[in-house]
């Protein structure tokens, strides 16, 4: 029985693991396709997203058949219930790259992200990837200081986003009213994909420790 569980938990782990990297691609693409105009990349992150909708059910799965037939206890438990919730975290980090692809494919061959801000949007693009890969990394190794360091992370997606709404309410920003509302709602994808990032590393460090570190995305 012991066996049984440990195995459907390495099956369940490698599945959030793999769901993690392809989040972390699918904002990579997306970024590309929305910086650089570059079509065949957003639709490779639309068409891409239901292979992440298949692998949270695939995690989804394993997650039932060790709550119902090999009934975990203590930090199996929490280890079981905490992998259901980062399933989700992840296939949202993958929705929301598919929702700045999608801004991407709706203006072509027009750029939605205007010159003046595009070195914003790349340096969040890569955070948001870096915070992914760190985010896999932490449920593969249970790594507490790594799961630290993606709270780090989000400090800076966080003053990215604050200096993306600067150049907005600025004077001297020269678009209109529907290039201001396109980059505030891509803005908030890019900051809610990083929440999904720390909401996944402190529920890792949950499981580890048997505490809340603070407050979890949701």
């Given at each position: 029985?012991?066996?049984?569980?440990?195995?459907?938990?390495?099956q369940?782990?490698?599945?959030?693991?793999?769901?993690?990297h392809?989040a972390?691609?699918?904002?990579?693409?997306?970024?590309?396709?929305?910086?650089?105009?570059?079509?065949?990349?957003?639709?490779?992150?639309i068409?891409?997203?239901?292979?992440?909708?298949?692998?949270?059910?695939?995690?989804?799965?394993?997650?039932?058949?060790?709550?119902?037939?090999?009934?975990?206890?203590?930090?199996?438990?929490?280890?079981?219930?905490?992998?259901?919730?980062?399933?989700?975290?992840?296939?949202?980090?993958?929705?929301?790259a598919?929702?700045?692809?999608?801004?991407?494919?709706?203006?072509?061959?027009?750029r939605?992200v205007?010159?003046?801000?595009?070195?914003?949007?790349?340096?969040?693009?890569?955070?948001?990837?870096?915070l992914?890969?760190?985010?896999?990394?932490?449920?593969?190794?249970r790594?507490?200081?790594?799961?630290e360091?993606?709270?780090?992370?989000?400090?800076?997606?966080?003053r990215?986003?604050?200096?993306?709404?600067?150049?907005l309410?600025?004077?001297?920003?020269?678009?209109?009213?529907?290039?201001a509302?396109?980059?505030?709602?891509?803005?908030?994808?890019?900051?809610?994909?990083a929440d999904?990032?720390v909401?996944?590393?402190?529920?890792?460090?949950?499981?580890v420790?048997g505490?809340?570190?603070?407050?979890?995305?949701?």
């Amino acid at each position: 029985m012991r066996d049984s569980l440990e195995a459907l938990l390495d099956q369940l782990a490698d599945t959030l693991t793999l769901l993690g990297h392809e989040a972390a691609i699918a904002m990579q693409r997306a970024t590309a396709a929305l910086v650089d105009c570059r079509l065949r990349l957003a639709e490779q992150v639309i068409s891409g997203d239901t292979d992440i909708d298949d692998l949270r059910a695939q995690a989804d799965e394993f997650a039932t058949q060790a709550l119902a037939l090999q009934q975990p206890v203590a930090t199996d438990l929490r280890a079981v219930v905490a992998a259901i919730h980062v399933a989700s975290d992840f296939e949202r980090m993958g929705g929301l790259a598919k929702h700045v692809a999608t801004s991407a494919r709706r203006r072509y061959p027009d750029r939605v992200v205007p010159e003046s801000v595009q070195p914003l949007f790349r340096s969040m693009g890569e955070v948001s990837v870096d915070l992914a890969r760190k985010a896999a990394e932490v449920v593969r190794t249970r790594d507490v200081q790594l799961a630290e360091a993606i709270d780090r992370g989000d400090d800076e997606m966080d003053r990215l986003h604050r200096e993306l709404f600067a150049v907005l309410m600025a004077p001297g920003f020269g678009g209109d009213v529907q290039a201001a509302v396109d980059l505030t709602l891509l803005g908030r994808f890019y900051e809610r994909y990083a929440d999904h990032a720390v909401a996944v590393s402190r529920r890792v460090v949950y499981v580890v420790t048997g505490s809340r570190p603070g407050p979890l995305a949701v």
